[in-house]
């Protein structure tokens, strides 16, 4: 009985102390900055992002000594709802996010085998299209957005921000906040060039994995822009190289389309 006093005690105890150690509080040109970058990609106030979307690809993996090359679908719906399906001579390996939850399916794992905890749902959402996901985090009041100065991104200045989630509506998950950090750096006409973030299983001393985007050859397809080139970094290691090949907007997507079964 003491020790479960003890720990609901420390669980009631952890939100306050995280905000005691310094929950970051927006800058308001910083918050400018990330709004413009929405807007530059075809969001505005009464349409923040398509109402889906779907890509296909052309991907080359490379996974420790392998090398594999395939084909790749990522969809959305609002601002919540995202997957990324990469179809590769070993097997089909689908990410999915909907609505706070997630599920990551391999080759070789059945239906519903490799949910992902809430620590790594967390972090589950599909960055493929910048769009979505950056207007996303605009939405919500909890976001807390830094700017952190000029930085050489491949011979580009760009301005680097930090996006937070504060948890500051829910306080009981502000131990979380580490888990919701996000790094962009956008370049001089607010297109994101890079978002960085980390993936970590669980509280303590789980392994991080450290995880990047890197986006190039913007297209406008129907008002929105979309990267054309993307390269994903697997804790600094090049991992796959993505060639859009088509990209269309508001097929009628639903719900059903992001299933974790």
């Known amino acids: 009985m003491a020790r479960f006093i003890l ?10 102390s995280a905000h005691a150690q310094g929950v970051p509080a927006s800058n308001p040109q910083a918050v400018a900055l990330v709004k413009a970058s929405v807007t530059a990609m075809g969001g505005s ?3 923040a992002a398509p109402q889906d979307s779907t890509a296909t690809a052309n991907v080359t993996v490379t996974a420790s000594s392998s090398v594999e090359q395939g084909t790749m679908t990522t969809t959305t719906r609002g601002l919540d709802q995202t997957s990324e399906e990469i179809s590769l001579p070993s097997g089909v390996q689908r990410l999915v996010f909907s609505q706070g939850s997630s599920n990551d399916k391999r080759p070789g794992a059945g239906p519903g085998e490799d949910p992902f905890s809430y620590e790594l749902s967390l972090s589950a959402q599909s960055p493929m299209f910048p769009l979505p996901w950056l207007a996303s985090r605009m939405a919500s009041a ?3 957005v830094v700017n952190l100065g000029n930085e050489t991104l491949s011979s580009v200045t760009t301005t680097h921000v930090r996006l937070t989630n504060t948890f500051t509506s829910a306080p009981d998950l502000a131990l979380y906040s580490t888990f919701m950090v996000a790094d962009v750096w956008l370049d001089p006409t607010g297109l994101p060039l890079r978002i960085s973030y980390e993936r970590r299983s669980a509280l303590g001393d789980s392994p991080v994995v450290a995880v990047a985007y890197e986006y190039s050859d913007y297209r406008n397809v129907q008002g929105f822009l979309y990267p054309f080139q993307i390269r994903k970094f697997v804790n600094g290691t090049p991992w796959a190289s993505i060639s859009v090949q088509t990209v269309q907007f508001n097929t009628g997507l639903s719900s059903a389309d992001f299933s974790l079964q």
């Open 45 to 47: 106030q009464t349409t």
């Open 142 to 144: 909890d976001t807390a």
């Open 7 to 16: 720990v609901r005690l420390l669980c009631l105890l952890l939100p306050f």
